[in-house]
C-alpha cells in the first residue's frame, strides 16, 4: 500500500514498541436520587411514577480535583502552506472557535531569525508569525525548541537566546517551553539529554525567571525513562512531558483503542506520584502534560483503509479523542492534541484530495476537533468548568465526566452498535434548565447539534447513540440560559502579542495538491512527532 502524505512526515516506531497499558478502574454508581424529570424532550416522566434507579449518578457537592492550566491544548505542526493557521482565516476562525488553551509550536534559533524546527517546515516563515497567529486564536503559545539537524540539536545559549527574543522588547510573550523532543528517537541518552535539560533551564531561566519549562518529551510512557528524568531534572523542571499514541507499529481493534482510553489517566497519575516521591519540596509547582496524542502517530499504521487508517475520518475518533481529553483532564494534567495540520492526524483537513475525498474542503474541521469541541464548547454551547465533580455510571461502554464552575456533563458511548438510556441522577443541582448537544454518529464531520433545552429538577434521561458524545450544559433556575462558550477554563486571552502586522505563510507549490503531496520527500525527523 502506498503510504498517504502524512505518513511520510512520520518517525519509525519506538524500539520496544508497544506502550504501556493500564485498565480503567471499575465505575461505580452513588444511591439513587428519585427526582422526576420535567422535560418531555428528556424523558419525562408521567405523574406519580417513581424515577428511575439512576444509571449515571453527577455529584456537584463532591469536588475531586481543579483542572490543569490549559487542560485541554493543542499543536501547530507548521505544515500546510496555504492552509496554515498563519496564511489561513479560515484556520484561524476554527482554532479560534474551538478554544484550545494553548499550542505547542516547534521553532529553532537559527543563528537569530527563528524559523520552524519541524521536519520539512517552512523555514521562510518568521518564528514570531507563527506566534502571533497562535496569540490571534486566543490561546497561548507553547514553543518547543529544536535545532536545525535534530529534534534536540541546540545548545543551552541557543535556548537562552530564544527566551530573551520571544520575552524581550517587541516580543510575543511565551511562558511555557519544551526543551528538545523525543530524545530517545534520535539516539540520545537520557543522561545526555538531562545534561542539555538542565543547562538550557538554568540559562533560559536567567532570561526570565518566570518561564516554565518542561522535558524530557518522550516518545512514549516509558515510567523508567521518566523516573530517570525527574531524578536529575527534578530540581529545575516545571512540568514533566510525554507523548502517547493510541498506535502506529500496528493497527489496533476500535474497540481495543476505546477500551485503553483510560490508560492515559493512569499514566497522569503515575507520573504525579514519581513527582511527589523524588521531589517532594516541589511537587506542588510541577505539572504533568501529555505533550502529544493521537489515535495513530500515522496514518499508514497497517489499517486496510483509505489512505490508511481512515478511521482518523470516522466517528470513533471523536469519541476517542474526547474520551482521552477526559481522562488526562480527570487526572489533573493538560493534553496536546497532535496537530492541527498533518494529513489524517489534523484537527483540521490539510490536504485538498482528501477533503473532498469526503466532501468537505480544506480547513474544515475533522472529527478529533469535534471530540475536543464537547469540552470547549467550540464557540457554539458554554465550555467544561473550572473543577471536576464525581461523575460515575454502571453503563457499559460509558463514561461520564462532570464539571463545577459551569455545570457540565459530558457522557461519552464507545460502543459501535448499541444506544444506552442515561438516567443522570444530579446531586447538588435542583430545579434549572439543561441544554443537550450531541455529536453524529453518522457524520462526523458535522458541529454537534442541539437535541433540546428543557427544564429538569434534580435528574435527567437522554439517550446516547453508538459512537457518540453528548455534553449537557446546565444552567440553575434564575439564571440566563448561556448560548455560547465561555468557560475560562479551556482557553485564554491574556497574551500580549500584537497580531495586525503577522505576516503570511507563503504557499508551496504542493500546499493544497494531493498528487504533488504523495512525491513529498519522507519527513520521519518531522520535529514535534520526530
Not at 523508567?224 to 527534578?234: D, E, V, Y
Request: aromatic residues 8%; hydrophobic residues 40%.
Amino acid at each position: 500500500m502506498t503510504p498517504s502524505p502524512a505518513s511520510d512526515r512520520h518517525r519509525s516506531a519506538p524500539s520496544g514498541a508497544r506502550r504501556a497499558r493500564y485498565g480503567r478502574a471499575a465505575l461505580t454508581v452513588a444511591a439513587a436520587v428519585t427526582l422526576a424529570v420535567t422535560a418531555p424532550a428528556l424523558g419525562a416522566l408521567a405523574a406519580g411514577t417513581a424515577a428511575p434507579a439512576p444509571t449515571v449518578t453527577v455529584d456537584f457537592t463532591n469536588p475531586i480535583g481543579a483542572l490543569a492550566r490549559h487542560a485541554f491544548a493543542g499543536t501547530i505542526s507548521t505544515y500546510g502552506g496555504a492552509a496554515a493557521l498563519p496564511a489561513s482565516t479560515a484556520q484561524r476562525s476554527h482554532l479560534a472557535a474551538l478554544g484550545l488553551g494553548t499550542y505547542r509550536v516547534p521553532l529553532q534559533w537559527n543563528g537569530g531569525s527563528p524559523v520552524s524546527a519541524a521536519g520539512g517546515g517552512p523555514r521562510d516563515v518568521p518564528g514570531a508569525t507563527w506566534l502571533s497567529a497562535i496569540a490571534a486564536t486566543g490561546a497561548t503559545p507553547t514553543v518547543v525548541i529544536g535545532g536545525a539537524t535534530g529534534d534536540n540539536a541546540f545548545t543551552a545559549a541557543d535556548a537562552a537566546a530564544m527566551v530573551g527574543w520571544a520575552n524581550g522588547p517587541g516580543g510575543v510573550h511565551v511562558t511555557d517551553w519544551v526543551i528538545g523532543n523525543e530524545p530517545g528517537n534520535g539516539g540520545m541518552s537520557m543522561a545526555d539529554y538531562c545534561r542539555l535539560f538542565v543547562d538550557a533551564a538554568q540559562a533560559m531561566k536567567a532570561v526570565d525567571p518566570t518561564i516554565r519549562v518542561a522535558g524530557p518529551a518522550w516518545s512514549w510512557f516509558d515510567s523508567s525513562a521518566l523516573q530517570q528524568f525527574l531524578t536529575c531534572a527534578g530540581s529545575v523542571v516545571d512540568v514533566v512531558d510525554y507523548h502517547h499514541y493510541a498506535m502506529g507499529g500496528t493497527a489496533l481493534d476500535s474497540a481495543q483503542a476505546l477500551a485503553e482510553t483510560g490508560t492515559w489517566e493512569s499514566e497522569v497519575q503515575q507520573v504525579e506520584a514519581m513527582i511527589r516521591a523524588t521531589v517532594p519540596d516541589r511537587a506542588d509547582r510541577i505539572e504533568v502534560q501529555v505533550g502529544e496524542y493521537n489515535w495513530s502517530w500515522r496514518a499508514d499504521d497497517g489499517y486496510p483503509g483509505w489512505q490508511g487508517d481512515d478511521r482518523f475520518y470516522s466517528p470513533v475518533a471523536a469519541v476517542w479523542t474526547a474520551s482521552v481529553a477526559g481522562h488526562i483532564a480527570r487526572a489533573g494534567g493538560r493534553g496536546h492534541q497532535y496537530s492541527d495540520l498533518n494529513g489524517a492526524l489534523g484537527l483540521t483537513f490539510e490536504d485538498a484530495a482528501a477533503a473532498a475525498h469526503f466532501g468537505r474542503a480544506v480547513n474544515d474541521p475533522m472529527p478529533s476537533y469535534r471530540g475536543l469541541e464537547m469540552f470547549t464548547g467550540g464557540g457554539v454551547f458554554r465550555g467544561f468548568g473550572t473543577t471536576l465533580v464525581s461523575a460515575t455510571t454502571t453503563l457499559p461502554d460509558v463514561e461520564v465526566f462532570a464539571s463545577t464552575g459551569e455545570k457540565d456533563v459530558v457522557l461519552i458511548n464507545k460502543s459501535a452498535t448499541t444506544a444506552r438510556t442515561a438516567d443522570v441522577a444530579l446531586a447538588g443541582f435542583g430545579a434549572g434548565t439543561a441544554q443537550v448537544w450531541r455529536t453524529s454518529d453518522t457524520s462526523a464531520f458535522d458541529p454537534p447539534t442541539q437535541v433540546s433545552t428543557s427544564a429538569v429538577d434534580g435528574a435527567l434521561s437522554l439517550s446516547l447513540p453508538p459512537y457518540s458524545v453528548t455534553t449537557v450544559v446546565l444552567t440553575p433556575a434564575g439564571t440566563a440560559t448561556p448560548s455560547t462558550s465561555s468557560s475560562s477554563s479551556t482557553s485564554s486571552s491574556s497574551s500580549t502579542a500584537s497580531t495586525s502586522g503577522a505576516a503570511a505563510v507563503p504557499a508551496p507549490a504542493t500546499a493544497t495538491s494531493s498528487a504533488a503531496a504523495s512525491s513529498r520527500p519522507p519527513r520521519h525527523r518531522r520535529r514535534v512527532l520526530g
